[in-house]
């Protein structure tokens, strides 16, 4: 078992172009029964690249997401394909999370299991499986690579009644073995036009401590879009 506590590891390594990040504890708890399902449109320096159709759904103290998302490298042309199943609790930490990617027909599966204090993967590609894992907090999100739908939970969580100080996430990357702190805060109310409209919608700064992530969401915590400036990505809702 070994433990990590960097935020980002830096791009490159294969498919992995966007997110190595990682998003203890946060803030209010969802216990309606809600569901959003939307299509997320990606872009790369103002060029579409590619999409994610996602789906969420929450009864009780059960949330279930699942996603499929496609995209073309900027640099290398690679054809990527990943799909994703995650069952969560009502704050998002997870019970069960399973990854599927297909980089140019090359085929792996990533599987997670969640104990208290403990988040364990086997990863299935060529070869041999393997497994690892890390050492947790008691409550955290999946903030996988890639999965650009998974912020829609940090978007839910964030406490717009508390404008004082920032707010903490502690975040897991299963494909990268990976976990740590998002310190998040919101900037204030922008007019930005996605999905058609123009929406006064609140601008959240997400601080790792090496990059910075911008997302905004709107007065009842819908995520509309996602901006990574660094590495010129932008990630746009567009039902």
């Known amino acids: 078992m070994k433990t990590r506590r960097s935020l980002l590891k830096p791009a490159g390594a294969g498919v992995l172009i966007f997110l190595g990040f990682i998003l203890p504890a946060v803030i209010g708890a969802e216990q309606n029964a809600w569901r959003d399902e939307a299509r997320f449109e990606i872009f790369v320096n103002g060029e579409e690249i590619g999409e994610e159709r996602f789906s969420i759904r929450a009864s009780g103290d059960s949330v279930n997401s699942s996603s499929t ?3 073309k490298t ?4 690679q054809s990527v394909r990943i799909e994703t199943q995650l069952a969560a609790n009502a704050r998002f930490v997870p019970k069960n999370y399973e990854v599927r990617t297909d ?3 090359k085929k792996g599966i990533v599987k997670g299991v969640f104990a208290p204090g ?3 993967f086997e990863y299935l590609a060529a070869g041999k499986p393997t497994k690892s894992g890390l050492l947790v907090g008691d409550e955290y999100l999946v903030l996988d690579t890639n999965v650009f739908h998974h912020f829609v939970f940090v978007g839910r969580l964030f406490d717009l009644g508390n404008k004082e100080n920032a707010q903490s996430v502690e975040v897991v990357i299963p494909q990268e073995l990976e976990n740590g702190i998002l310190r998040i805060r919101e900037v204030g109310i922008e007019k930005i036009r996605v999905d058609g409209k123009n929406r006064e919608l609140h601008h ?3 601080d790792s ?3 910075q992530i911008d997302l905004w969401i709107d007065d009842k915590n819908v995520l509309y879009k996602i901006a990574l400036p660094a590495k010129g990505l932008e990630i746009v809702r567009n039902s």
């Open 209 to 211: 401590g090496t990059v």
């Open 118 to 120: 403990e988040a364990s």
């Open 103 to 105: 980089i140019n027909g």
């Open 69 to 71: 998302l496609s995209f």
């Open 74 to 77: 900027p640099r290398s042309g």
């Open 204 to 206: 959240l700064s997400a």
